[in-house]
């Protein structure tokens, strides 16, 4: 039997969850050609595991799992690519007013920083941290579609919650004493 996806299968899998799809790939790769192509390859790996999902007893948070790991391949490929990633110090940038345009920018700036400690976490880590705090998916979900238990789905986050915290040190305003 040929792994397809007939109508049937995309009305119950795909399109119930093709928004979160889409704005989960945005939120990692931030760049429309590059989710186009994030997106084409998603569909690809979901193709490939079809049975995989369909027996799956909570296929959606697999499905949008899958669609964070495609993403993050792709982000690193590109990383390797270029041989680096620009950062900026943040510590030099006066924080002004939340709306002016510098501190819109500002803010842009914050979040891709966060973006890219996300990226540098182990890969299940940063699964377990973008489903439970971005896509806000309970613990019980995670570890469903992550094939784990809840507590190793607790541990992930955890792990990356400690990491991050490392990785973004350098964001965290300097107290004078």
Not at 50 to 73: F, G
Not at 134 to 153: F, K, L
Request: proline fraction near 5%; hydrophobic fraction near 35%.
């Amino acid at each position: 039997m040929a792994n397809t996806i007939d109508e049937r299968d995309y009305d119950l899998l795909i399109e119930p969850v093709k928004q979160q799809m889409i704005r989960s790939i945005w939120r990692i790769v931030r760049d429309a050609g590059d989710a186009e192509e994030v997106l084409q390859e998603s569909f690809e790996v979901i193709w490939k595991q079809i049975k995989k999902i369909k027996r799956h007893p909570n296929p959606h948070p697999l499905i949008l799992r899958i669609c964070i790991c495609v993403s993050y391949d792709f982000l690193r490929k590109k990383i390797r690519n270029q041989k680096r990633i620009e950062r900026m110090d943040f510590k030099e940038i006066p924080v002004e007013s939340p709306h002016t345009a510098s501190g819109d920018l500002l803010s842009k700036e914050i979040k891709q920083e966060i973006d890219s400690a996300i990226i540098q976490l182990p890969r299940r880590q940063a699964e377990a941290v973008l489903m439970r705090f971005i896509q806000d998916q309970p613990y019980n979900a995670i570890a469903q579609s992550m094939g784990c238990s809840e507590t190793t789905v607790r541990t992930h986050i955890e792990r990356g919650r400690v990491k991050l915290k490392q990785l973004l040190a350098h964001l965290e305003p300097e107290t004078t004493s």
